[in-house]
């Protein structure tokens, strides 16, 4: 259950982690060789930088949701054409027939600009077949292969929007938690770290102890 949901361990935001990991860097490496009989390595130190540096260059969820609004809007465009080049079509038909009998109906559309995103691929599919079909019946009106065909175009592309945005949701979902996994692990690794240094300069040095805080506050102004 938890690896389809992780929940973030740190208790402030992934920038903040990030920045965190940053500042306290320059102390592990000052501190090296005094932490080295706690446990800090140069491979962990070197883990930890490696670690921080391939973190922010990870996108951002803002960057990634906008990515999606751009395929999102796209498809909205997209959309309105198909409905646009079947309501041109619908509305020839509706010249010979009215859109109450049986022969405006056998195109299997009635209120175009009302259809349902679900109902509209299957909607605009129909009425090529049935326009096709009935072609020649409606030539008078101004029915031509080349409307059908433009109704055809718009179709397939507009499944290809679809496609695309939930390809856009899946990167999203898929880069969002990857993020936080991530984030947990680093978060894990400046806790162990930050325990270290935090041990060793307790009872020495209040001032060295404070940069190993976890969530470090900025100093109090001297009174």
């Given at each position: 259950m938890n690896a389809k949901n992780p929940v973030a361990e740190y208790p402030f935001t992934q920038a903040e982690l990030?920045?965190?990991?940053?500042?306290?860097?320059?102390?592990?490496d000052r501190d090296a060789a005094a932490l080295a009989g706690r446990g800090v390595t140069a491979a962990r130190i070197n883990k930890l930088k490696a670690d921080t540096a391939e973190f922010g260059e990870m996108e951002p969820d803002t960057v990634l949701v906008q990515e999606g609004a751009a395929v999102t809007e796209e498809k909205d465009e997209v959309a309105e054409a198909l409905k646009t080049a079947m309501q041109q079509v619908m509305s020839i038909i509706a010249l010979r027939d009215e859109p109450r009998t049986a022969?405006?109906?056998?195109?299997?559309?009635?209120?175009?600009?009302?259809?349902?995103?679900?109902?509209?691929?299957?909607?605009?599919?129909?009425?090529?077949?049935?326009?096709?079909?009935?072609?020649?019946?409606?030539?008078?009106?101004?029915?031509?292969?080349?409307?059908?065909?433009?109704?055809?175009a718009n179709n397939e592309h507009f499944v290809e929007g679809l496609t695309e945005r939930k390809e856009a949701e899946n990167t999203r979902a898929g880069a969002?938690?990857?993020?936080?996994?991530?984030?947990?692990?680093?978060?894990?690794?400046?806790?162990?770290?930050?325990?270290?240094?935090?041990?060793?300069?307790?009872?020495?040095?209040?001032?060295?102890?404070?940069?190993?805080?976890?969530?470090?506050?900025?100093?109090?102004?001297?009174?």
């Open positions: 990030w920045q965190r990991c940053l500042d306290l860097q320059p102390s592990l022969r405006y109906k056998r195109f299997g559309v009635s209120d175009v600009m009302n259809l349902p995103e679900a109902k509209l691929h299957l909607a605009a599919t129909m009425l090529v077949k049935q326009g096709r079909k009935y072609l020649d019946e409606y030539k008078a009106e101004g029915l031509t292969a080349a409307l059908l065909d433009a109704v055809a969002t938690r990857a993020r936080l996994l991530f984030a947990n692990g680093l978060y894990r690794q400046l806790v162990q770290l930050c325990a270290a240094g935090d041990s060793y300069w307790r009872l020495t040095d209040a001032a060295k102890a404070r940069e190993y805080v976890v969530d470090a506050a900025p100093a109090a102004p001297a009174a």
